[in-house]
């Protein structure tokens, strides 16, 4: 099932013992457009500092209720390495955070999350074997770059940031970004919403992100791979009625299949 990356926010995120804090913003990566952490903003709890929060520690998220229960205790949280939001995350602080949690790194091996395809709750591949997995894999030809993910730079990237960047078809400017769609299996991102108010009159449409060509981030552009009349062609989204993964076959209707 799909769900908005902007609802997420203001959940409450519920540690075994106790609350964290609600959600304030979540990272993705450009990369393979996977969101990878929570930003956590703890209140009073921690001195209104954030945290990340990586969907591996995800129980099932209850979307009534607005809450997310991770397998983490409060202590694990605050003796978390700091990260300032305000500025990029590297490379070397994700290691960190990783380090900290016990985690297999993602961009380790192939697949979406290393060497799975979903995130590995519950410790079903630990980071030894992902090490391990890691130290053969980098032998291979087919190296973590091949596969999309970068070992050296993060391709971290706020969300909140990117919502109101400037749509660009290869022919025109056509709108901004309202929202993303994420796969909550996964967590990958399967769609953009597109906000065409300024150009087509109250409509929305979709775009998966493997249309997207390029994103200038200093002049808050993306770049699709798609002309101004296939975009105003394109059925409007309806929040309604998300998307089934069989309908995921039109041309702003991609997915990782």
């Known amino acids: ?27 993705f990566d450009d990369a393979s457009w996977t969101l990878r952490y929570l930003v956590v903003d703890t209140g009073g709890w921690l001195s209104g500092r954030h945290v990340l929060i990586s969907p591996i520690s995800f129980r ?64 079903m591949f630990s980071r030894d074997d992902a090490d391990a997995a890691g130290s053969s894999y980098k032998h291979d030809a087919g190296s973590t770059e091949n596969a999309g993910h970068d070992g050296v730079n993060s391709h971290l990237r706020s969300a909140d940031e990117v919502l109101g960047y400037h749509i660009r078809a290869s022919d025109d400017t056509m709108g901004h970004v309202e929202d993303f769609l994420f796969d909550e299996k996964d967590w990958s991102l399967q769609y953009m919403i597109v906000d065409t108010r300024n150009w087509l009159p109250g409509k929305h449409v979709l775009i998966s992100p493997q249309r997207i060509a390029s994103v200038s981030w200093p002049d808050r552009h993306v770049f699709v791979n798609a002309t101004r009349s296939e975009i105003e062609g394109s059925p409007e989204y309806d929040e309604a009625r998300q998307p089934e993964r069989e309908q995921r076959h039109h041309l702003y209707r991609g997915s990782r299949e």
Request: aromatic share 14%.
């Open 1 to 27: 099932m799909l769900h908005s990356v902007k609802a997420l926010q203001g959940f409450t995120v519920h540690a075994s013992d106790g609350d964290i804090g609600t959600i304030r913003d979540v990272y």
């Open 60 to 123: 099932q998220p209850d979307w009534r209720a607005r809450a997310i229960h991770v397998d983490l205790t409060r202590r694990q949280v605050e003796d978390s390495p700091g990260v300032d939001t305000e500025k990029p995350i590297s490379r070397q602080q994700e290691e960190e955070f990783y380090r900290h949690y016990d985690y297999p790194l993602y961009w380790a091996g192939p697949l979406l999350w290393g060497f799975g395809a979903f995130p590995p709750i519950g410790g």
